[in-house]
């Protein structure tokens, strides 16, 4: 039986999120919470981690309420929730009136709520706003928590957390502690793939790593990843988790749109898209004066702020964030990487050579803004140190992939097993890329290793080698170290706004006597914390 199913709210395997603990010590003092998560990052599993948590605590009862009822009224939801604590209630109840009859039945102990999908409870009837049921359900709860130190109540939700702040007003909201999910880190991911562990097949390092680069640590893209690993006879191996992430979206285009609603709706507020944007391009800190201009571009009917928006996007499992982003200038925040991330349209037009190294080009700088996610940590004591190398073609393969390129790992090409080879919708002409880590196996090979995989049919080269290191004069000393002598020095191409330190384009004769026309990049990664 597969124990991963990503369909579903209630899976069997888990990991205890970070964010159950001081949820809980919140509501356990009778106060209020409000959960701020992008769909999918594991909200509706953290409010069931609370409520198995709380229902071992002695004379504690909890109640998880999914959803609003299918009529979105004030009256539908208290006699939802009077039904949820078994209380009687006529018509026209307050909360604090059914409170009273529950506690008349349970004299001791404490009560802790927890609502799932409110932005839901923000739609209905909402013009005018003062009319709106989700508010005036939610402000009725907060008056009656605020007078009974016994009860404590917690929402989860996206974007529509800010339509109840902006649009609808709550007083709810305005005492609440918000706490916002973080996607899974390395180590969470691993917890969650023990299952094949068990089974004798745990998932090599690499694996894992290629897992955590496609899905961003996003809670249901890692289980998809599980639950598609799981089926295979021999679960291992990036280049399988690239087929999985491009087929996925291919065949779940509406839940990526809905990762996309969940933190940016253009009828709210595009500030978001616009922020997320930035980021993407910038791959690094970015000035408080760029996110402002972001911000505060007038549309929609959210006005969020660079605060507002930086904890959506970090809680939607979209962006890295640290230090304060109330005082820091420029702020640290990069973007994660994973498929919600990549580029999703190739370059237009421009002959088969052009294309695929502007592609190249666009994934590199994708990998540069998100390079801290490709170290991993190293032995005790050691510093964190860059993914193996077939984690990044993996990386390659998963965003050609997504631009639609065709493509084949460790595929048999001529004299040799090339790391990448792709071709453009069936046609015949091929693309080789090899991989290199500077200073590790055989990196001073790579020219020679990739001319060898060269054949008629071969329209394109490519060498990525990548660095965490500053390497003085690095293309003179890539140039020495690592390509043969010609009397003609190969072009040297030097990008003002590419984190691309340098691409060398050389032309040569195969041992073959075919004409080659091979690309260097030379990329250094930082390590950013």
């Not at 190739?346 to 994934?363: A, H, V």
Request: overall charge negative.
């Amino acid at each position: 039986m597969n124990p991963y199913d990503w369909q579903r709210n209630t899976p069997l395997v888990t990991v205890p999120r970070r964010e159950l603990a001081p949820v809980l010590a919140r509501l356990r003092r009778g106060g209020s919470a409000v959960i701020l998560g992008g769909r999918g990052m594991g909200k509706s599993v953290l409010l069931q981690q609370i409520q198995a948590a709380a229902s071992e605590l002695s004379e504690t009862q909890v109640v998880l309420i999914d959803a609003p009822p299918p009529k979105l009224t004030v009256e539908d939801c208290l006699q939802a929730l009077a039904q949820d604590l078994g209380v009687v209630a006529g018509s026209a109840l307050r909360a604090r009136e059914i409170f009273d009859r529950y506690r008349a039945d349970h004299q001791e102990g404490s009560l802790i709520l927890l609502f799932d999908e409110l932005d839901r409870y923000a739609q209905g009837p909402v013009v005018p706003a003062s009319q709106a049921a989700g508010r005036h359900y939610f402000n009725d709860l907060e008056t009656a928590r605020r007078n009974l130190p016994w009860l404590g109540i917690a929402a989860a939700g996206g974007i529509g957390v800010f339509v109840f702040r902006d649009v609808l007003g709550s007083s709810f909201l305005a005492r609440a502690e918000q706490f916002r999910l973080a996607p899974f880190c390395r180590t969470e991911l691993s917890e969650l793939a023990h299952p094949f562990a068990e089974t004798g097949q745990p998932l090599d390092d690499e694996t894992l790593d290629a897992l955590f680069l496609a899905s961003g640590g996003n809670p249901a893209l890692a289980t998809f990843g599980l639950e598609a690993l799981w089926e295979q006879d021999s679960p291992e191996g990036p280049a399988r988790i690239a087929e999985i992430y491009t087929e996925f979206r291919e065949s779940y285009r509406e839940f990526l749109r809905d990762i996309e609603r969940s933190f940016s709706d253009p009828a709210l507020s595009q500030a978001p898209q616009r922020v997320w944007s930035l980021i993407q391009q910038s791959g690094g800190p970015v000035s408080r004066a760029a996110l402002q201009e972001a911000c505060h571009t007038a549309d929609g009917t959210l006005h969020l702020d660079i605060v507002d928006v930086l904890y959506l996007l970090s809680a939607s499992g979209l962006i890295r964030l640290e230090g304060s982003p109330v005082n820091d200038d420029p702020v640290a925040v990069w973007p994660v990487t994973s498929i919600l991330t990549l580029p999703q349209l190739s370059t237009p037009g421009g002959d088969f050579r052009e294309r695929f190294l502007s592609d190249l080009k666009s994934l590199l700088g994708r990998m540069h803004a998100g390079s801290a996610d490709f170290f991993r940590a190293g032995d005790p004591g050691a510093e964190k140190q860059l993914v193996h190398e077939a984690v990044f073609a993996g990386f390659l393969a998963l965003g050609f992939g997504l631009l639609g390129w065709q493509v084949e790992r460790e595929s048999q090409q001529a004299a040799g097993r090339t790391d990448l080879k792709i071709r453009r919708n069936g046609g015949c002409e091929i693309a080789v890329i090899e991989v290199k880590i500077w200073g590790r196996n055989d990196f001073r090979e790579v020219h020679r290793q990739i001319e060898s995989y060269w054949t008629k049919d071969t329209a394109a080269g490519a060498v990525v080698m990548l660095t965490d290191r500053e390497v003085s004069d690095w293309p003179e000393t890539y140039r020495s170290k690592c390509l043969p002598p010609l009397d003609i020095l190969p072009e040297l191409i030097r990008g003002e706004d590419s984190p691309i330190q340098a691409q060398i384009s050389y032309r040569s004769v195969t041992p073959d006597g075919l004409s080659a026309r091979l690309d260097h990049f030379l990329l250094r990664l930082p390590r950013r914390s």
